[in-house]
């Protein structure tokens, strides 16, 4: 079992900057993979990036490819999301999810993940 909470999330200006952080619980954060998903106002929850255990293997949405990047600090059972070139269509709450080891379908698909946070809001003004 691991308990997620995302943090950093805010309001930002179209070109702004944003990092958000999901802490986790539980002594086994390095052996899980972790992702990030986003929800719009009636929307579906969609993919929006993971990492393996290692950091090693990261994986973006096409929509946030090259302005989005995931990392983790396995020793601060942390996974970040750095945002740059930021614009009103990435305003959604984001949530983070865990899967121990690999999500259990494919990684873009929300049921293949186990464990999710509240999520924290993102809002980016034009």
């Known amino acids: 079992q691991v308990q997620l909470a995302e943090s950093g999330g805010g309001l930002v200006q179209a070109g702004g900057s944003l990092r958000l952080s999901c802490a986790a619980s539980?002594?086994?954060?390095?052996?899980?993979?972790m992702g990030w998903f986003r929800q719009a106002p009636g929307k579906e929850r969609e993919f929006v990036s993971s990492?393996?255990?290692?950091?090693?293997?990261?994986y973006y949405a096409d929509s946030v490819k090259g302005r989005f990047t995931i990392s983790r600090g396995n020793a601060k059972n942390t996974v970040y999301l750095q945002m740059n070139s930021l614009k009103p269509e990435d305003t959604a709450v984001y949530y983070c999810?865990?899967?121990?080891?690999?999500?259990?379908?494919?990684?873009?698909?929300?049921?293949?993940?186990?464990?999710w946070g509240q999520g924290t809001q993102v809002t980016v003004s034009s």
């Open positions: 539980g002594r086994t954060f390095s052996t899980y993979s």
């Open positions: 990492i393996n255990w290692s950091g090693g293997s990261t």
């Open positions: 999810a865990a899967a121990a080891p690999v999500p259990r379908g494919s990684y873009y698909v929300r049921d293949s993940w186990d464990y």
